[in-house]
């Protein structure tokens, strides 16, 4: 992870993951896909942030993992969010609705 | 939070599994999205190819979720440890200079706290020492007194009944008892203590019972004794059976009633009490003198404390007890004792005493080494100061040696903070090594010091430790934290603003300005601390050496003594008497020899028994001005050396019933001026009668030294020993041929044959005896020369460092100097100007920081001046040799340099 990713992105890049999860259980290939799809290409997440990033919320108890089988028929490990990480994903989309919000009226305002 | 730390747990521990999972799913991950550059019509390589490419690399992805995982910080100081401990043991001379220092400095630290702590910093060990005081009487006695912190029986308990600040008050009493009858024989200090002393200290035993109000309830009652636990241990192996046992006091069978808790050794620091006796036992204990049951009010003898109430002050205390004691001293003062020999003046100062109340920690041990030791403290303290000035420069040194190492990591992406903090690291790891090794000094230091100071038999169960105990260990883990940041944060800041580009240019010559200037500094520093110490040491030795000289005026080498009590064995007056004559006679028949000479009093020893005396045309006087009296025996004189004047010696036959004196000159000048003394007559002024100057001078001796070597001979008076009517202890001593340590061995046995129940005590030579009083002068000089050479080691050792490094970095433009035509003499010249300038600052700052601090040692000096020109002058020219040495290999060097060489250097 660059070192000048600032904390705004990190959070985005945390929401943008639980919110992947929401639905099913993915494995990372899955999560860069389903980030991709959900914010219609806007976000291409390359493995160099979406590993540590995955890494780092399942040891902050965000994330479960499982081995399972992927497409290629590879082992491979699957995410998925506990409770925690439901709760988190909750509040967070709210603040991230207030700010965006915050951030809407800000711009508009001449 | 338990997620978080099973994460942590894992990464530490189960790393190569979780690694190689890590690797599974990255495989897994590439797998995919080359299966999906496949499906969009690339060949199987150049998908896997690409979609490597697009991942940014497997070892690139694995480090930065590392990076993140739980634990990563203790990762990467065990990398930096690990870096460390590799660095340091690549550059070994680096290192064991650097840690040896450190050693030095925390090891002399440690060391002296610990003894500073528990001499002087620490209180009793019982509970809440800090309510302990002892009650005192300031002011005039008119009476005898066993020193100044005492007061009478009835007076102790006219306090403790009547105050109102103490939740209880107790008294003691030092004495010297036999313990034993048998060859094991031996004197022991014992505390004489009231029923109250064990509860109000809060102190218990570990077997049996302590003393009880019970047990000091009626004089001579109750045989009964509580054992010290130290010295259960050693002199009766700890033997668990011994409560309820008898033991032999004096002769008395005394009934052990307890052990008491470890670590307590009595309320007296260095003087540790080995056996706990009721005060009610006094006259079996300090046969022939009482005090107690016929209740003397001008005898002052017990040390009182009290334990102020909770939230009384002791200024409160000392307030409340003033009316209390004035009562007593009104009444006192109506008696026959007091009225017999004083005047209206006198009563009136009488009536003006005061209670002064002292921390209850207060002895006299802790005052006589309150100064030296904060003193060498305060040494130890600037060793300190110069170590990490000294490592500073090292440090400094290493850094620039490192710059290139340093360039090469950050070129490579190392952040700076991450060499600041490999930096300290370091540091650290020398400031742990050096403190490790510190304590391990500190230890053997603490030992030796112990040695030093104290009489071998005493040092063996003093009750300092040796064991640095937690609050030393902490001021040792402050000292190390603040010395590693001290001198390891200057070149880790330093390290790290290198400039990458300059130093792989190699361009040796173009950096480090700032570093020199402040390696400059340091020099500086370390020479001014040099200076400071060197005269400190000058100051300490000479002030040893003028007392040493000094000596008490008499011939000492060839002269043993030891003392004897055998009064102590329950002999009576007669027995006694007759041992005395007895050993006299079998004494002068010991080959190897000369003459045996008795006294009453010690010599040298610091106390004397003092009396005021009157005669014709003199009477009384206070306690200062009171003259030096003593009992002697037959050939005292002639065996001490000390010369009849006018008339004769004592002879054998010098037993009463007419009473006889020698006086010594000041003596004579001071009360018969003007008059033939031999002939006069004196009395010696005695509380309980009125007295008539009965006392016939016989002799003249010269003026000598009696209580100690520093003092001006005071008047003094010797009475005959027999011809006194109660016999108690006796020094003895013998003027021997050749060196009378030859002999002690044979003087043991001769003395166990004589009588095995008397213990002989304090067998020594008189110039030990005389070494032995001069320890803390010893101590402080033999220190403070050790500090100092250490420290002009140092300082030479960094101004070599500096220097040598400026001729390197010039080395060029010397090669040029000497190419176009500079004579080499002229290069030595010019490299041993910057020495002296660098040595000049130095000794400008020392001599300001020698002559700002010199009054704050005049106390422990002894005649000179503590800004002694001699000391000054000698101090700073032994340092500018030293010094200009190590600067002149440099200089020298410099002046060798090949022009040819030096110009292709670059």
Known sequence: MPATQSDLLQGTLDLLILKALALQELHGMGVSRRIAQITGGAFDVKAGSLFPALHRMEQAGWLTSSWGESETNRRAKFYALTKAGKKQLHTESERWERISLAMATALRTT | ?906
């Open chain 2, 1 to 906: 939070m338990i997620s978080r730390l099973r994460a942590l747990w894992n990464n530490i521990f189960r790393r190569q599994l979780l690694d190689r999972d890590l690797n599974e799913e990255l495989q897994a991950y590439l797998d995919l999205a080359s299966s999906e550059k496949i499906r969009e019509g690339l060949s199987p390589e150049e998908a896997y190819r690409n979609a490597r490419r697009d991942m940014g690399g497997v070892e690139q992805v694995v480090q930065s979720v590392r990076d993140v995982s739980a634990g990563a910080w203790l990762d990467r100081l065990v990398q930096d440890l690990r870096y460390g401990v590799r660095t340091l043991a690549k550059n070994p001379a680096f290192t064991l200079v650097a840690m040896a220092t450190l050693a030095l400095g925390i090891g002399a630290n440690t060391a002296m706290f610990s003894l500073l702590d528990q001499v002087v910093l620490r209180l009793l060990p019982v509970s809440h020492p800090e309510q302990l005081v002892i009650v005192r009487e300031t002011g005039n006695h008119y009476g005898n007194s066993y020193g100044p912190n005492t007061i009478s029986w009835p007076m102790f308990e006219d306090l403790r009944d009547n105050n109102q600040v103490f939740t209880g008050m107790f008294c003691r009493f030092p004495a010297t008892v036999t313990i034993g009858d048998d060859d094991r024989a031996a004197q022991i200090p014992a505390e004489l203590v009231s029923g109250s002393y064990f509860p109000i200290l809060g102190v218990g035993t570990s077997l049996g019972r302590p003393i009880a109000p019970d047990d000091d309830a009626v004089p001579d009652s109750k045989p009964v004794v509580v054992l010290s636990n130290s010295f259960w241990r050693s002199y009766f192996n700890g033997d668990r059976t011994i409560v309820g046992r008898t033991i032999a006091l004096n002769g008395y069978a005394m009934t052990v009633i307890g052990v008491a808790q470890p670590g307590f050794d009595g309320v007296e620091l260095g003087n540790p009490a080995k056996v706990f006796v009721p005060i009610m036992m006094k006259t079996e204990m300090t046969p022939h003198s009482d005090g107690l049951k016929n209740r003397p009010r001008r005898l002052s003898w017990v040390t009182a404390y009290g334990r102020l109430k909770p939230g009384i002050s002791a200024q409160q205390a000392e307030l409340s007890l003033q009316p209390l004691l004035h009562g007593i001293l009104e009444m006192e003062a109506q008696q026959p004792e007091f009225t017999r020999n004083t005047t209206e003046a006198d009563r009136q100062l009488f009536l003006r005493n005061r209670i002064k109340l002292l921390p209850g920690s207060d002895n006299k041990l802790r005052e006589d080494m309150r100064r030296p030791l904060w003193l060498l403290v305060a040494l130890t303290g600037a060793v300190l100061l110069l170590a990490c000035a000294n490592l500073g420069n090292l440090l400094l040194a290493r850094a620039t040696a490192r710059e290139r190492e340093f360039a090469l990591r950050l070129a490579i992406g190392a952040g700076r903070a991450r060499i600041v903090r490999q930096l300290l690291v370091e540091s650290l790891l020398l400031a742990g090594g050096g403190a490790i090794l510190g304590l391990a000094l500190a230890f053997l230091a603490d030992r030796i010091l112990l040695r030093i100071y104290l009489p071998a038999d005493a040092a063996a169960e003093f009750v300092v430790s040796t064991i640095p105990d937690v609050r030393v260990l902490a001021f040792v883990v402050c000292v190390t934290v603040l010395t590693s940041l001290v001198f390891g944060l200057l070149p880790a800041v330093r390290g790290s603003r290198t400039e990458i580009s300059l130093s792989l240019k190699e361009r040796s010559g173009a950096l480090s300005t700032g570093s020199i200037s402040l390696r400059r500094m340091l020099v500086g520093i370390q020479v001014a601390l040099s200076l400071l110490l060197l005269v400190g040491a000058g100051l300490f030795v000479r002030t040893l050496r003028n007392l040493q000289d000094l000596g008490p005026g008499f011939p000492t080498d060839h002269l043993l003594t030891f003392s004897i009590n055998p009064s102590l064995n329950g002999y009576s007056d007669q027995e006694t008497k007759s041992f005395y004559q007895r050993l006299n006679l079998n004494l002068q028949t010991m080959p190897g020899v000369e003459s045996v000479g008795f006294s009453a009093m010690p010599l040298l020893k610091g106390y004397a028994w003092q009396n005021a005396v009157l005669g014709k045309d003199f009477e009384g006087a206070p306690m200062e001005e009171q003259p030096v009296l003593c009992e002697i025996g037959p050939d005292y004189f002639s065996t001490i050396g000390i010369p009849v004047v006018a008339g004769r010696a004592f002879t054998a036959k010098d037993e009463g019933p007419a009473k006889y004196a020698i006086i010594n000159e000041s003596f004579a000048r001071k009360y018969f001026p003007g008059r033939p003394p031999i002939g006069q007559r004196f009395g010696l002024v005695d509380e309980l009668e009125p007295v008539s100057p009965d006392i016939e001078v016989i002799g003249v001796v010269a003026d000598r030294k009696y209580r100690d070597i520093r003092e001006t001979p005071p008047a003094q008076a010797y009475f005959p020993y027999f011809q006194g009517a109660h016999f108690r202890f006796m020094n003895i001593y013998l003027r021997t041929q050749a060196d009378p340590r030859l002999i002690e061995n044979e003087l043991r046995e001769r003395m166990r044959q004589f009588d095995p129940h008397v213990p002989v005590v304090g067998l020594q030579t008189m110039n030990e005896q005389i070494g032995f009083s001069l320890r803390t002068e010893r101590l402080v000089a033999s220190l403070s020369t050790v500090f100092g050479g250490l420290a002009t080691l140092l300082a030479v050792i960094g101004l070599y460092g500096v220097m040598a490094y400026v001729v390197m970095r010039r080395t060029r433009e010397i090669g040029i100097r000497i190419a176009v035509g500079a004579l080499r003499s002229r290069v030595i010249a010019m490299i041993m100007r910057e020495v002296f300038v660098l040595i000049g600052a130095g000794l400008l700052a020392g001599f300001s920081l020698a002559l700002a601090l010199a009054n704050l040692v005049r106390s422990q000096l002894f005649g000179l001046n503590p800004r002694d020109p001699l000391t000054f002058i000698g101090s700073a020219v032994v340092l500018t040799l030293a010094a200009g040495l190590a600067g002149f290999l440099p200089a020298l060097r410099a002046s060798r340099v090949d022009p040819t060489t030096a110009l292709r250097h670059e």
